[in-house]
């Protein structure tokens, strides 16, 4: 058995300290097994003195103490620890740095608001298919921003404000009223004064690493009644953003900490923090928000790894071959069963013009299918369908995610899901995932029972019938199709008899 390394990656943060452990598998996959946050706020108070309180070093340092004992019982191999804004700004913070070193062993980096800037973009978008944008991430004390084209950063500046300083230049436990909001939007547009390239990301897409976007994410999904639990590559328009800002302004501090998506520790200081993510969109006309559920820790993993060869070209790709790799699927049959489909779809697509299908949705359905059998044989299109859409597969959108996991459901009527996705997908899309599930059944028993490849097969569409010819097969064969194939529900779908041919 192949003994994988475990690394510890630390983010030092000036609202939190959190680490998480990650198992590396041979091929430079990652999986975390471990993810501790404690809310230290240690860079609050900050902008006073430029020192950090005497109670926050403690805390912090006993944070990490505990922290490295995690280590030790997880048998981490190696422990990258980084340090932030709050760090970064401190004239006392190199007495923690010591202490942190003497009494642990970990040496603790602190970012330059730039490298800062730098990790949380590759975090994001060597996770998300996305060719330009803006990143940002909003700590407790600095608002880093990325402008990036075709995958690769072009600027990036670091702002010296963040959610624990904001919530320090005016009341945002309570109610805000309208004169502290007024002051706090006119601050953060200051701020962003010293950006030179506002006009070169005019209409860009918003990609949002951190606590706060995430909790933006998750408020609005509560307000919509979403109905996937999932943040990475969820998208918020500005007018969904300003929607959150308002449902929370007017609320006292218990009361947003009943909100359903918003952190209870950061109740006190999101609102502060949501209003500047909603300037930043308004200030530089950007097109939508996007979380990512991957910001600086995978940013400083990636980098690490990228030291051992891993380089990241395409993020679905990437992801795709880590789920392969963590799942242990022989891909060889996969491979056949994607051709085999795709050739149908081909086939079918001059009279029938799937729209809504992707090579992305093509590769999950086909690979990740039958994934649902390690749980349990009955029902294992159902286990499947969840898996797909609980993986947490990198460089796919949500609704292509859905899309994958609908199909492999196969229509199944104990899976609520499509009445449940029913806002995602309008009727004809419905439709259109129906044929495609059938496709998938036709695709998986010519490989699993007839041993058929792409190559063994022709197809015909008629007025009244689709037609499969079928090569060096014997009439048993065709009535082994007929055993899986409901005719009925074929023709209710594609409004045309399935018939199987022997071309001889």
């Not at 048998?75 to 620890?81: G, K, L, M, P, R």
């Not at 899901?417 to 998986?444: A, P, R, V």
């Not at 007839?450 to 037609?467: G, M, W, Y």
Request: some cysteine.
């Amino acid at each position: 058995m192949t003994v994988r390394k475990r690394i510890c990656v630390m983010d030092i943060g000036s609202n939190s300290i959190r680490m998480v452990i990650y198992e590396i598998t041979p091929n430079k996959s990652f999986i975390p097994i471990e993810d501790i946050k404690e809310t230290v706020r240690l860079g609050e108070g900050i902008n006073e003195k430029k020192e950090l309180k005497d109670e926050k070093i403690k805390l912090a340092l006993k944070t990490i103490q505990l922290f490295k004992k995690v280590c030790l019982r997880n048998n981490v191999d190696e422990i990258v620890a980084f340090g932030t804004a709050a760090l970064r700004i401190a004239s006392n913070g190199e007495q923690l740095l010591k202490d942190i070193l003497l009494t642990t062993g970990i040496d603790v980096i602190v970012f330059k608001g730039e490298d800062e800037a730098y990790f949380s973009f590759e975090g994001a978008v060597n996770t998300l298919d996305i060719q330009e944008g803006v990143v940002i991430d909003l700590g407790g004390s600095s608002l880093e921003v990325v402008h990036f084209k075709n995958r690769e950063a072009l600027e990036r500046v670091s702002l010296n404000f963040g959610a624990v300083t904001l919530s320090e230049f005016v009341n945002l436990k309570d109610k805000l009223s309208k004169k502290d909001e007024e002051r706090l939007r006119e601050y953060i547009r200051e701020q962003f004064q010293i950006v030179q390239w506002k006009e070169e990301i005019k209409n860009l897409p918003l990609i949002g690493v951190g606590g706060t976007v995430r909790n933006i994410g998750g408020v609005h999904l509560y307000l919509h009644n979403y109905p996937l639990e999932l943040l990475h590559n969820y998208i918020v328009n500005v007018d969904g953003v300003k929607e959150v800002v308002d449902y929370l302004k007017d609320k006292d501090y218990k009361q947003k900490q009943d909100v359903q998506g918003l952190s209870k520790a950061r109740a006190d200081v999101f609102i502060g923090a949501a209003i500047a993510v909603e300037e930043v969109l308004t200030y530089f006309n950007l097109k939508e928000l996007i979380i990512s559920g991957y910001g600086i820790r995978e940013g400083v993993l990636y980098e690490r790894l990228s030291e051992c060869g891993k380089v990241v070209k395409d993020p679905f790709e990437d992801g795709f071959k880590e789920i392969i790799e963590i799942l242990d699927l022989n891909t060889n049959p996969k491979e056949k069963q994607h051709k085999i489909f795709k050739k149908i779809c081909v086939a079918l697509n001059e009279k029938y013009e799937f729209k809504g299908i992707s090579e992305k949705v093509i590769k999950v359905v086909t690979y990740l299918y039958d994934i649902g059998k390690i749980i349990n044989y009955t029902n294992y299109p159902l286990h499947s369908a969840y898996m797909i859409l609980n993986l947490g597969i990198k460089g796919i959108e949500q609704k292509e995610l859905v899309a994958s996991a609908l199909i492999v459901a196969r229509g199944n009527k104990k899976y609520k899901g499509l009445e449940k996705y029913k806002e995602i997908f309008k009727d004809e899309e419905i439709e259109e995932l129906m044929m495609l599930s059938k496709i998938l059944n036709i695709t998986n028993i010519f490989y699993d029972d007839l041993l058929l490849e792409e190559n063994n097969f022709d197809i015909e569409v008629t007025k009244d019938e689709i037609i499969f010819y079928i090569k060096e097969k014997d009439e048993e064969d065709l009535k082994i199709i007929d055993l899986f194939i409901s005719q009925k529900k074929f023709v209710n779908t594609f409004d045309r008899k399935l018939k199987f041919k022997l071309n001889k």
